[in-house]
């Protein structure tokens, strides 16, 4: 058994262990979440005697994963009488992400991106507020519609080349029913990925789902869709390039002037973000063959990075009013975060604006140097442009922020702090030490 199966065994087991003690566990969220810690441990172990570029992938989401579990002590007001299965989901959606990742042919990428994809929705469907199943219904009626299509490029390329594996340029050459399978599962994995227009649905998912579970549910999501279509864009060449490096572009600009349209709703904010994130994601997926590799290292640096913003903002209550685009996504004064939770926040934004030495510094400036080097200038001038004015929304909150730690409040939820500190320590590790990820993830 390969050590990404391995990997994915252990996060199942994981979570067939919590159901079978939910009994006992769910009125016990610290001892739900170290259960699982072990498991999600275990599974980075795998990772790291993975081979490259899967290695990163599998470390990424196993410890995206080990933080959301230590976040599940502090969902209880958000996720009334599910916190055991909560921690069930994080496995079983970290299993279906790495299987995505690492799948070695169309059938399994469909599997792994729909036990991906049911987790996601399940953890956004579990919020207390009718928004969360508001758009937990969204995403998973549009998730289908995709699925359709997925499903039926999948037997467009059985039909055109008799088999399930990722197709080869030469097999999508002069056979369109290659080309137009190749074309909807592809579209498939930007739906998970968020690229404009297939952004929709998870705009609502990551802006209604508990603080505690939407970094989870942005980060794994966007790391297994990286690694699938790099896989896909390797096997078939230069004929699905332009489409992401296009398609990518596109979604920074979306995701940039949609960003700055939402203060002072940090969470929808957030939200548009993500998009401009999946938006380097895919220019650098079309940016040459290197692109893969920087596709790879920029989704584990924007997990680490989602990872501890919403860290920070786990156990932040939620107004109850459901009117507008305000509703579940509004936050309280960000002067009452207490001193850790302040940091964690600051750093993340920070580091999402790109300001070195964070990861999201190293993370861009690898995406602008493939782009310039294979997509041209257009497209490496429409993400500088998305990368400068990115600072404005994510600075926007500094000064609030640094009131709160200059302030005096304590520590509130003693619960909370090993979830941030791994957080903080995974985005400080990356910034000092970028060549780790670009090293798992196969770079030269």
Known sequence: MTPAYSAGVTLVVGAVVILLLVGRLSQHPRAVAYTGLVFAVVAAFFGWQAPQPVALAIIALSIACGIGLLLIPVLEPAVPMHVAEAAAVLLLGTAGAIALANASDLLQAVVGLETLALGA??????GAAERSLEAAFKYVVLGAISLAGL???LGLVYLGTGSLAFPTAAQMSGNPLTLAGIVLVGLGFAFELALVPLH????DAYTAAAPGLAGFVMSASKLAAAFALGRLVVAAGAQTSQLLVWGGS???LWGTFGALSQAPDLRRMLAYSAITHAGFIGLALGSGPN?????GFYAAAYASMAMLVFAGLAATSTIPDLEGLAGVAALPDLRSLDRLRALAVAIGLLSLAG???TPGFWAKLAVLVVAWQWAGWLPTLIAVAGGVFSVLYYLRPLPDLFAALRGETAVSRPVLVPGVVVAI???????????VAWYLVGGA
Do not use: R
């Open 121 to 126: 929705v399940t953890l956004v469907a579990l």
């Open 151 to 153: 499903l039926y490029g």
């Open 200 to 203: 929709w649905g998870a705009l």
């Open 250 to 252: 596109l979604t920074i």
């Open 291 to 295: 692109g893969p590799t920087t596709a």
């Open 355 to 357: 300001i070195p030495p």
């Open 425 to 435: 320590v995974a985005v400080v590790v990356l910034g000092i030490f970028p060549g």
